[in-house]
Nanobody
């Protein structure tokens, strides 16, 4: 599967953004998908994930209650709705996919920049 993220940009603290990630290739619905991010000078970190059927989601503690991950298998697209954004959310966001739940995130999109002004 190939992934293409979009929707990043500049937003003020407290604002919202929605990231999208379009997938190409077959069997998108077979993959668990999610988001990672890398802030300047920091390690890459897990943000959120959603199971192949959308039934199960997981979030990093830092984004719980503010971010929502979802997917539309018919459109081969996943989303990350980000609300109440903080300066600390500034990062490059990557969409990812894995074929085996709990396994290696083997597929990565190119990243989209999110900048939250303080």
């Amino acid at each position: 599967v190939q992934l293409q993220a979009s929707g990043g940009g500049l937003v003020q603290t407290g604002g919202s953004l929605r990231l999208s990630c379009a997938a190409s290739g077959r069997a998108f619905s077979a993959y668990s998908v999610g988001w990672f991010r890398r802030a300047p000078g920091k390690e890459r970190e897990f943000v959120a994930s959603v199971s192949w059927d959308g039934a199960t989601t997981n979030y990093a503690d830092s984004v719980k209650g503010r971010f929502a991950v979802s997917r539309d298998n018919a459109k081969k697209t996943m989303y990350l709705q980000m609300n109440s954004l903080k300066h600390a959310d500034t990062a490059v966001y990557y969409c990812v996919a894995q074929l085996l739940p709990g396994g290696h995130w083997g597929y990565w999109g190119q990243g989209t920049q999110v900048t939250v002004s303080s």
